[in-house]
Structure formats: structure tokens, C-alpha cells
């Protein structure tokens, strides 16, 4: 048999290829003859970069930029340089965990760090880039990013300077941007303003009162217009525009940025589907499998993609625990890996993790070796 292992990471327990290999351990205890092979499984959030770049062969670099409040943080991102590659998540340069909580102020928070990761990136030759958007501490529309990048805005690079933009000069941006690529996981439809739009929805959750809400969704509508109108966009407004603080509309219209649900990026960048087209079984899971999975998970959606490249593969999701699971999640059955009562803490242990999942894949694979 083929089979393919794509597992999202168990969080606080294993990462995705560490539980890879645990069930490749299983599959070959029970059918020594398989050819297996793994790729590692995220959706564009927490450790896709990490996930990505050891996947494809490439190394990990930190080098030190802007953090969110206009100090220095040192940030990792991934480099493959043989695809001239670059895979950035934005929330190791202006994510909310590097804000103080009693620091927390869209108006003072900036994604400039981002922009000079990019730059970094750029520099070492990469011209592809895959980057997650979630988790930021920002609400400046992307105004830091692009001030990086050679974008002038009249000077400001906080959420704050918004409010005195009149006029776009791009006479010094960076040259090479225009050979860049850029995809972006974004998993959120939310538009850059109104009630449902970047400051109504997700900057209280960065420490904004009703008054820094409304007044910030003003000044993003006037930046937002302001683009429009300089850069001759063809589509004023697109859902994920909200998404980071208004960093969708950002990467979508100044740099021709691809949104892209988080899964399918992550999917696409590994070039799965060719493998998953010659394959007999998929084994996928993650910590918990419930009626969420379908709902743009990243085992529902390498599940979906594997039915539709060849109907013929059987589908199995493993998980800690498994719980009511919808008809459409791609999966044919769903199995917890769970072999007796223990608690949360024993079941996170690195090693009893391990154990679980290869000893529940082996029977896994035992009933479908003796089912052919």
C-alpha cells in the first residue's frame, strides 16, 4: 500500500511531524511493505512556518526587527531557497503575545517588523512568499508593512498615524517587489470597514474602547478610498480585507496579494496532490476531532482534497479525543487513539502521545490490510 500521513500538530503535545512519525512506526508494524510518506499539516496559523520549511528542506533564520510598539524582537521565518521561498508568520514580528496587556492599543501598534522581515527575506533572494496573518496585535491597515517597504505615507508607521494620510508616494519601493509573489492564509471574510470590519470586530480584542473603534474605522474608510483611487483598483473592497488589522487589504492591493483559506495555501505549497493521487489510504488528525473539523480544518481539508483527486482512497482521521463529526468532513471514519482512563497532563506527555498514536494506526492498518 501508499499511504500518505498528514497530521496537524497535537498542541503541547506533539508537532505535526513528530506525530508523523509515530504513525509511520505504526503503519510499518503492521504492513512492513507499505511506502509511506509524510507531510506535516497546518492551516496557516501557529507553526505552519516551521511546519512548511523543515517540510520542503529549507532552514529557519532569526534576525531582529521592529516589534509591535516601535521596539526591536527577535523573529524566525523560513527560508527555501532553492524555490527562492520565504514563509513569514506575521505574529513573530506584531503578534498580541509580544504586547503587555496593559499596553494593548491598536492606536499604537504597528506591522512595520513585518515589512522588514519581507525585506530581509528579499534580500537573501526569495521571491515567493507564503505568509499567516493571524494573531496580530494591529490595527494600522498595513500602514507599517509598507512604510517598510518603501510605501510613504507622510512618515507615520502606527495605527494612530492613520488618521493624517493625504497622499501615496511610491517613487523609493523596493524595486524587487514587483517580481514578488505573495500568498497569503486567511482564513476570515471579514471586509476592511463598517460593522463588521476590522475595528468593529477585532480591535477590542487588541484594546481598543468604542471611541478608538469608531474613529479608527474612519480613518482606515479614508485610507482605504485613498488607495482606490491611487492605485486604480479594479476591486475597491474583497472579503479578508479585515483580516490582521486590515494587513488583507494591504497585501491585496499594494503588493497583488492572493488571500487564500489557510489549509489549501499550506496544502499547495507541499504540492500534496500528486501523492495523494497515487495513494490507498490518508491518515490525518489533529488534538480534537469534532462537527468543527469540517468547518476549514486542515484535516477536513486535506480529507476533501484527497476524495477529490481519487475517490477511490480511504480516509482516516485520528484525534485525543473524537466527538460528533459531520458526513462532509472528507473523513470515511475518525478513530480517538485513547487506550485507557487517564488525564489531559498523562495524554499531553510527549511520549504516551507517541505510543497512542502508533499503536492506534497499526490497527488501523491491520483491518485494512485484511480487508483487501
Not at 313 to 326: C, E, K, N, Q
Request: proline share 4%; aromatic share 6%; net charge negative.
Amino acid at each position: 500500500m501508499k499511504i500518505i500521513v498528514a497530521i496537524d500538530s497535537l498542541k503541547g503535545s506533539l508537532t505535526s511531524l513528530e506525530a508523523g512519525e509515530a504513525a509511520r512506526e505504526g503503519i510499518l508494524s503492521a504492513a512492513p511493505k507499505s511506502t509511506v510518506k509524510i507531510f506535516p499539516l497546518a492551516d496557516g496559523g501557529e507553526g505552519t512556518c516551521f511546519a512548511i520549511t523543515k517540510a520542503l528542506g529549507g532552514e529557519m533564520k532569526t534576525v531582529e526587527v521592529t516589534d509591535p510598539l516601535g521596539g526591536k524582537v527577535f523573529a524566525q521565518f523560513g527560508e527555501v531557497l532553492e524555490k527562492k521561498l520565504a514563509v513569514i508568520e506575521m505574529a513573530n514580528a506584531a503578534g498580541l503575545p509580544l504586547v503587555p496587556e496593559d499596553k494593548r492599543n491598536p492606536l499604537n501598534t504597528t506591522t512595520y517588523g513585518v515589512g522588514e522581515l519581507i525585506k530581509f527575506a528579499i534580500d537573501d533572494g526569495c521571491r515567493d512568499f507564503v505568509i499567516g496573518i493571524g494573531g496580530s496585535a494591529t490595527n494600522d491597515c498595513g500602514l507599517g508593512m509598507l512604510t517598510a517597504l518603501g510605501f510613504d505615507f507622510g512618515g507615520g508607521i502606527f495605527g494612530r498615524d492613520l488618521e493624517k494620510i493625504s497622499a501615496v508616494d511610491d517613487s523609493k519601493v523596493l524595486p524587487e517587489l514587483r517580481d514578488c509573489k505573495f500568498r497569503i492564509a486567511c482564513d476570515v471574510t471579514n471586509p476592511l470597514t463598517g460593522s463588521n470590519g476590522c475595528s468593529a470586530v477585532y480591535a477590542p480584542q487588541k484594546g481598543a474602547t468604542p471611541e478608538i473603534v469608531s474613529t479608527m474605522d474612519a480613518w482606515i474608510k479614508n485610507f482605504g478610498d485613498l488607495s482606490a483611487r491611487f492605485l486604480k483598483l479594479e476591486k475597491k473592497s474583497a472579503a479578508g480585507d479585515g483580516a490582521a488589522g486590515g494587513l488583507g487589504f494591504a497585501f491585496r492591493s499594494y503588493l497583488r496579494g492572493s488571500l487564500l483559506p489557510g489549509v489549501d495555501l499550506v496544502l499547495d505549497t507541499l504540492d500534496i496532490a500528486q501523492d495523494l493521487k497515487s495513494a490507498d489510504v490518508l491518515i490525518t488528525g489533529e488534538g480534537r476531532l469534532d462537527n468543527q473539523t469540517a468547518q476549514g480544518k486542515a484535516p477536513s481539508g486535506v480529507a476533501k482534497l484527497a476524495k477529490k483527486l481519487n475517490p477511490k482512497i480511504l480516509t482516516v482521521g485520528i484525534g485525543g479525543s473524537v466527538a460528533d463529526i459531520s458526513d462532509d468532513a472528507g473523513l470515511d471514519a475518525a478513530f480517538a487513539i485513547l487506550r485507557k482512563p487517564m488525564t489531559l497532563a498523562e495524554a499531553m506527555q510527549k511520549n504516551i502521545a507517541t505510543e497512542n498514536i502508533s499503536a492506534t494506526v497499526k490497527q488501523i492498518i491491520r483491518l485494512i490490510e485484511r480487508s483487501r
